[in-house]
């Protein structure tokens, strides 16, 4: 077996560690005896999404948005296509934004993809520092650190997690990032899988079954890796402190 992940523009949207989730599901499969294949496109690169079993698109700064909104346009219709069959993708902080119908940015305005029909619009202050949520998706908790001026409005749409400790889509929010058929956006970096394997293999699971069919994914020994999430979940949400 062998999974093909696509990592859209890193030169750009490599922000907040964005390498580190490829590297984590690399290692992961491969520690299970399955072929991985990583696909960096550059801005001017076609794409045939086909291809592609896991689609990483990263983060960058407002100005590094801007650059990929324009080759974002030209994609659009085959990165639609890709999710509306299934395609599995994770989408951190300004690819999270760009998933959506568009960023305000003061009196300037980012066309996103339009994944799905949310928006975000830029903040006073930036929402900083680690976060943990509880996800319907699993037990664990998910762990992150978040860093971003963009305040995400998902109307109705499914929430990644309720945020335990942090601030999440924007200020007021009691949840955080969203779910949407395959697609997992979140402003969670640091990078994010490797302090949650759950989430990780979540995904690998998702992308071994649309290419193959049901697959059983071999436990592996995830001791240290979840003593990093646990530390952060009991010390990010005591209330002695």
């Not at 908790?141 to 601030?167: C, D, Q, W």
Request: net charge negative; aromatic share 8%.
């Amino acid at each position: 077996m062998k999974l093909t992940i696509g990592h859209l523009y890193p030169q750009l949207l490599n922000l907040y560690g964005d390498r580190g989730n490829i590297i984590c599901m690399v290692q992961r499969l491969q520690w299970r005896g399955i072929e991985a294949e990583v696909k960096e496109f550059d801005l001017n690169d076609e794409i045939d999404f086909s291809e592609l079993d896991i689609v990483l698109l990263g983060g960058g700064s407002d100005r590094e948005q801007l650059l990929v909104c324009n080759r974002l346009r030209t994609i659009k219709e085959d990165f639609l296509h890709y999710v509306e069959c299934g395609g599995v993708v994770l989408a951190i902080c300004g690819g999270y934004q760009l998933l959506g119908t568009s960023y305000k940015m003061g009196d300037e305005t980012i066309e996103g993809l339009g994944v799905v029909q949310i928006h975000t619009e830029r903040g006073d202050e930036r929402l900083v520092g680690n976060i943990v949520l509880q996800s319907d998706l699993f037990p664990l908790p998910i762990v992150g650190f978040e860093n971003h001026g963009g305040r995400t409005f998902i109307g109705n749409y499914e929430p990644l997690g309720k945020v335990l400790s942090g601030h999440g889509n924007h200020d007021n929010a009691v949840n955080e990032g969203i779910q949407y058929k395959h697609v997992i956006g979140t402003y969670l970096h640091g990078p994010l899988l490797p302090k949650n394997p759950h989430l990780c293999d979540y995904l690998l699971q998702l992308a071994l079954n649309r290419r193959y069919g049901q697959v059983e994914l071999m436990p592996l020994d995830d001791q240290d890796e979840l003593k990093a999430n646990h530390y952060i979940v009991e010390h990010f949400t005591r209330t002695d402190l």
